[in-house]
């Protein structure tokens, strides 16, 4: 294999004319993690109301969160992501239609993006919420209304704070997800930490650095995720439950 | 104070209670008893309208439970429950399980609550305990603090569902003396129980259940004297003699 290594190209200057290859990566991170972050407030929030309403004694709206999980838990994230970027402007409003499709770089990919990714994510969130709550005693929803709580109070006080610790680990894994599965934007244009590592690649022909410095970046920051994600289980642990530093044991039995 | 009238009930097409008809007064025990599934839990569940029931009309202090019109939140408020398996909220405190309803569905002060709830809590013998949480108690513990919790609400009346089966046999007896003690004092309670003992203490009518109907539905000496139907002799003779 006749390769030249070179692992000083980070500092060399990239001929986009913004500053070092390592720049352009670092641009490349903070497009990846505004994407996930942003595209998981929108999976946390849709995937806790369509889970919730999956468990509600409402047959109708228990319908209509089952069809909105199949829709996009079904469709490969690729297509959904072509979908959003070349078909949504095109069913919407014509109006809406023209103003997305005018917005200037590189929100007109962007934006889409996060809501593919958002909704994507939210379908796998919603099946877990619902089996966080369908795992709770049926006694504790029946405890709640018999103090005389509201179906929304008993799920806001008592279903849903269990239920959301319990689904923490997996909710921690789907977190990881949406930062692996943004690279899929690259697809559209949206220049996160893949394609900027695949441009510096194209430039400056090093394409083992330059995956090299994705691989490590992806690596740390998904180790950076499992750490927190660990302290916030601990944080949340239920005194005298089982589960990870839950406490002592149950007095009695 | 409860009235049952003619109440039937199915799961789809299989009959869980057939035409049950009782009353409860002001002030009045009455205790409910039977074999597994009989039927006497999910007609303790209907009082409150924790489970529907298709036919029959069942009022609460005058207040009709299956109205679609009735305010069953409000309903429920004023009755307090007890469950088998006390369904304590595990990620609250005992102090925070005693005042959540008393803030959010009466709308007390918080201070108000938590005085409320710690004279409570005292009363079951559980003061020291009011800042674990549930996980860390015993169940005969969980149940007294479930008890008070209902008791916070200040109910018109008490349905207990079994309140003593989940129990290790020494703990029976520490939630049985709560219940007695209620008892003395006049409230109006409903409890499906297979404690006998508590039944001849406290109780003032015993309700006998088998198949989803209610068989016999006698005062006190008369159950225990002589039960009008074999049903309940044979299930009496069973539970008294061990």
């Known amino acids: 294999m006749h ?31 505004a994407l996930a ?31 909105y999980v199949e829709l996009f838990r079904n469709i490969p994230l690729l297509v959904q992501m072509f979908l959003w970027y070349f078909v949504m402007p095109e069913l919407v409003p014509t ?11 590189p929100w007109g990919a962007f934006v889409p993006a996060v809501l593919c990714l958002g909704t994507f994510t939210s379908a796998r969130v919603a099946e877990q919420v619902r089996a966080g709550i369908n795992s709770l005693s049926r006694g504790q929803g029946m405890a709640g209304t018999a103090l005389g709580l509201t179906l929304p109070q008993t799920y806001r006080y008592v279903l849903l704070p269990m239920a959301l610790r319990i689904i923490v680990p997996p909710l921690g894994s789907e977190f990881l997800n949406i930062i692996k599965n943004s690279a899929v934007a690259l697809t559209i244009n949206v220049v996160e930490l893949t394609a900027s590592a695949r441009a510096m690649q194209e430039y400056s022909f090093q ?12 690596l740390l920051v998904n180790l950076v995720v499992v750490l927190l994600m660990r302290l916030i289980e601990r944080k949340i642990a239920v005194p005298g439950l089982i589960g990870p530093s839950g406490g002592p044991a149950p007095a009695g039995h | 104070m409860i009235e049952i009238k003619d109440i039937s009930k199915w799961y789809g097409t299989f009959q869980v209670l057939t035409q049950c008809s009782t009353r409860v007064s002001k002030g009045e025990v009455v205790v409910v008893c039977g074999p597994s599934g009989s039927g006497k839990s999910t007609l303790i569940k209907c009082v409150n309208g924790l489970e529907p029931f298709q036919k029959g009309e069942i009022r609460v202090d005058g207040i009709s439970v299956g109205d679609p019109k009735t ?58 305990q009011a800042d674990k949480h549930p996980g860390n108690l015993s169940g005969g513990q969980q149940q007294r603090v479930a008890i008070a919790r209902a008791l916070c609400m200040d109910p018109i009346a008490m349905l207990f569902d079994e309140p003593t089966s989940a129990l290790d046999p020494e703990m029976i007896n520490e939630v049985l003396d709560v219940m007695v003690q209620l008892a003395q004092e006049g409230m109006t309670m409903m409890c499906v129980t297979h404690e006998m003992g508590f039944a001849r203490r406290v109780a003032h009518r015993v309700i006998f259940m088998d198949h989803g109907s209610i068989v016999e539905d006698a005062t006190k000496d008369d159950f225990f004297g002589k039960p009008r139907s074999e049903r309940a002799q044979q299930f009496l003779s069973k539970i008294l003699h061990h």
Do not use: C
């Open chain 2, 71 to 128: 305010n069953l939140p409000k309903l429920r408020a004023r009755i307090g429950m007890v469950f088998q398996n006390f369904e304590l909220f595990p990620h609250m405190t005992v102090s925070q399980n005693l005042t959540l309803a008393q803030v959010k569905v009466l709308g007390r002060s918080q201070e108000a609550a938590l005085a409320k709830g710690m004279a409570l809590l005292d009363r079951v013998g559980l003061k020291a």
């Open chain 1, 37 to 67: 972050l942003l595209a998981w407030a929108i999976a946390l929030l849709l995937g806790i109301v369509v889970g919730v309403i999956r468990t509600t004694p409402l047959r109708w709206l228990e319908r209509i969160g089952n069809a």
């Open chain 1, 95 to 105: 109006a809406l239609g023209d103003w997305i499709k005018q917005m200037p770089p």
């Open chain 1, 3 to 33: 390769y030249h290594w070179n692992w000083r190209i980070y500092w060399q200057q990239s001929p986009d004319g913004s500053g070092t290859y390592l720049h352009t990566l670092f641009v490349g991170l903070g497009w990846t993690l």
């Open chain 1, 207 to 218: 394409v083992f650095e330059a995956f090299t410095a994705a691989t490590v970046i992806y």
